[in-house]
């Protein structure tokens, strides 16, 4: 069996991970990355703001989707369209998008290989075993960054517990086309959650989600009808996955550092993941850059922490019921709230004052 010693570790090559190591390899520590799928294309929206492109320098030769306006339909049909000013939404293919990312920390030093993770013994000196193609490996190593998804096996090695999620379903329309983001709230198709009608590079992606992973197909098929639309549910285009939800538990254990969905690292409310997955690697590399582990928390909370828990709140008042959504959208309409919403969503403003603005304009309508 071969065995790698490098300096860092980094199991999982979607965005956090593939950040992670590019920034670690910038700063000249060896690094591996280590994804279990290399051609993997994840049932997700895609979506984030332009604005990533530009904070993390990414070149922009890939397809994806500009989209100037977001849509919300609350559950009486009530439609609010919002002409995003200032940035646009891309929505992007993900097994191509993620390719970029992993070849960009490739280009930069690290050395990316496919493996399933089969073993791990943690301790100063971090050993983990993988199954790739041509068989079993090893690498050792000080420091393990684990950004292996909602169900991550370094988790589940250690004897923790998986995250919290909300289960959802997708399907893709080539046929179909919208030149808006859209949001669908009602509990009928989606409760205590949204339906949406993402635009892709080639067609739209149509999904919901659901706390009961039972009950999803279900949902997604009400949601169907709701929008006049038929899909054979029996055949593959419909596809699961997890969207995990935050509760702030989770960062390190020791030199094991968790980034994006496997430590929960989702915007609560909108679900907004791959801008913060990004970030956490971020962070989880800076730290091991200062051979400070206990940093990255700190970094962490110091930039969303108010953000995510405020994010949290609304999540749990606005989807309470369908009478609490139809007062979202009532919200919304109000051009100060837009505004206030775009820097922070869509120009991703760190200042703390704009949130506390935006704070106090929700206070207004909800009080």
């Given at each position: 069996?071969?065995?790698?010693?490098?300096?860092?570790?980094?199991?999982?090559?979607?965005?956090?991970?593939?950040?992670?190591?590019?920034?670690?390899?910038?700063?000249?520590?060896?690094?591996?990355?280590?994804?279990?799928?290399?051609?993997?294309?994840?049932?997700?929206?895609?979506?984030?703001?332009?604005?990533?492109?530009?904070?993390?320098?990414?070149?922009?030769d890939?397809?994806?989707?500009?989209?100037?306006k977001?849509?919300?339909?609350?559950?009486?049909?009530?439609?609010?369209?919002?002409?995003?000013?200032?940035?646009?939404?891309?929505?992007?293919?993900r097994?191509?998008?993620?390719?970029?990312?992993?070849?960009i920390?490739?280009e930069?030093?690290?050395?990316?290989?496919?493996?399933?993770?089969?073993?791990?013994?943690?301790?100063?000196?971090?050993k983990?075993?993988?199954?790739?193609?041509?068989?079993?490996?090893?690498?050792?190593?000080?420091?393990l960054?684990?950004?292996?998804?909602?169900?991550?096996?370094?988790?589940?090695?250690?004897?923790?517990?998986?995250?919290?999620?909300?289960?959802?379903?997708?399907?893709?329309?080539?046929?179909?086309?919208?030149?808006?983001?859209?949001?669908?709230?009602?509990?009928?198709?989606?409760?205590?959650?949204?339906?949406?009608?993402f635009?892709?590079?080639?067609?739209?992606s149509?999904?919901?989600?659901?706390?009961?992973?039972?009950?999803?197909?279900?949902?997604?098929?009400?949601?169907?009808?709701?929008?006049?639309?038929?899909?054979?549910?029996?055949?593959?285009?419909?596809?699961?996955?997890?969207?995990?939800?935050?509760?702030?538990?989770?960062?390190?254990?020791?030199?094991?550092?968790?980034?994006?969905?496997?430590?929960?690292?989702?915007m609560?409310?909108?679900?907004?993941?791959?801008?913060?997955?990004?970030?956490?690697?971020?962070?989880?590399?800076q730290?091991?850059?200062?051979?400070?582990?206990?940093?990255?928390?700190?970094?962490?909370?110091?930039?969303?922490?108010?953000?995510?828990?405020?994010?949290?709140?609304?999540?749990?008042?606005?989807?309470?019921?369908?009478?609490?959504?139809e007062?979202?959208?009532?919200?919304?309409?109000?051009?100060?709230?837009?505004?206030?919403?775009?820097?922070?969503?869509?120009?991703?403003?760190?200042?703390?004052?704009?949130?506390?603005?935006?704070?106090?304009?929700?206070?207004?309508?909800?009080?």
């Amino acid at each position: 069996m071969t065995t790698y010693k490098v300096d860092v570790l980094v199991v999982g090559g979607g965005p956090a991970g593939a950040t992670a190591a590019r920034r670690l390899a910038e700063a000249g520590r060896e690094v591996m990355l280590v994804e279990r799928d290399l051609s993997h294309q994840k049932p997700c929206g895609g979506g984030m703001p332009s604005s990533v492109f530009k904070e993390f320098q990414l070149p922009e030769d890939i397809s994806f989707k500009r989209v100037k306006k977001v849509s919300l339909v609350s559950p009486a049909g009530r439609r609010l369209d919002i002409e995003l000013k200032g940035g646009e939404l891309r929505t992007v293919d993900r097994r191509e998008f993620d390719r970029m990312l992993r070849a960009i920390a490739s280009e930069r030093g690290a050395t990316v290989l496919e493996g399933t993770l089969t073993g791990l013994q943690s301790g100063k000196t971090i050993k983990a075993v993988f199954t790739g193609r041509d068989g079993q490996y090893e690498v050792k190593a000080g420091y393990l960054i684990a950004s292996d998804g909602v169900n991550s096996s370094v988790r589940r090695f250690l004897g923790l517990k998986p995250v919290n999620y909300v289960y959802t379903v997708t399907s893709i329309f080539d046929s179909m086309e919208t030149d808006s983001c859209e949001f669908w709230f009602g509990s009928e198709h989606a409760p205590g959650f949204y339906s949406w009608v993402f635009p892709k590079s080639s067609g739209v992606s149509i999904g919901t989600g659901s706390s009961n992973p039972k009950t999803a197909r279900d949902s997604l098929k009400r949601f169907l009808l709701r929008l006049n639309r038929e899909i054979a549910m029996e055949n593959d285009a419909v596809r699961g996955y997890k969207i995990p939800l935050w509760d702030g538990r989770l960062f390190r254990k020791k030199n094991i550092i968790f980034a994006g969905d496997s430590a929960g690292q989702v915007m609560p409310f909108s679900f907004e993941g791959i801008y913060y997955a990004m970030k956490s690697g971020e962070f989880a590399a800076q730290s091991v850059i200062e051979g400070r582990p206990a940093l990255y928390e700190k970094l962490w909370k110091g930039r969303f922490l108010s953000r995510f828990r405020f994010m949290k709140v609304l999540q749990s008042y606005f989807f309470k019921s369908d009478a609490h959504a139809e007062r979202l959208v009532h919200i919304f309409s109000n051009p100060e709230m837009q505004t206030l919403c775009m820097r922070l969503w869509l120009k991703k403003e760190k200042s703390r004052g704009v949130l506390i603005s935006f704070i106090k304009q929700f206070g207004k309508f909800i009080n």
